[in-house]
């Protein structure tokens, strides 16, 4: 088992991804079309299913189980210490066709996981999107409701040492 991420390195990396970087009036570090916030970004942590709260910037348990096994058919998934896990709720784009609710998601997620890749980068972690998963196993594991989606999940660790 991989050391689990330093408490300041996953507060850092959550705020990165999808946090509130302007406060008047919600500003976020990835863009939404329309500002529908659509997207949920969920933690899978060795001590549980979290789902992240960017207004308090805090994580909420969502599950006390290691989602972890779930996030990915990969090997890998279950040693690294964090399994980002990526969530569309159509709700919020109720008012454009079902065609471009799923490409929006699809771009705002882009840009979440690219911020990822980013502070990874800066902070030496290794990170990887997958959309090789189950996705109704995953589905079950978050609670979603019907109109919520799981668009494709992130592992973040520790780069392997040669």
């Known amino acids: 088992m991989k050391a689990p991420l330093p408490q300041r390195v996953l507060s850092d990396l959550l705020w990165a991804a999808f946090g509130v970087n302007r406060a008047e009036g919600n500003g976020r570090t990835a863009p939404s079309a329309r500002d529908a ?29 290691d989602a972890r096994k779930v996030t990915g058919y990969q090997d890998f998934v279950d040693e690294a210490p964090l399994d980002l896990v990526y969530v569309a709720d159509h709700w919020h784009l109720s008012a454009a066709p079902m065609e471009e609710r799923f490409a929006h998601s699809a771009v705002a997620v882009g840009a979440i996981a690219e911020n990822v890749y980013l502070y990874c980068a800066s902070a030496g972690l290794a990170t990887v999107v997958r959309g090789w998963l189950d996705r109704a196993a995953l589905s079950k594991a978050l609670r979603l409701s019907e109109h919520e989606h799981v668009v494709v999940t992130q592992t973040i660790g520790y780069p392997r040492m040669s």
Do not use: F, R
């Open 37 to 65: 916030q659509e997207i949920d970004v969920y933690a899978a942590l060795q001590g549980g299913l979290y789902i992240y709260e960017p207004y308090a910037h805090s994580l909420s348990l969502v599950a006390a189980v």
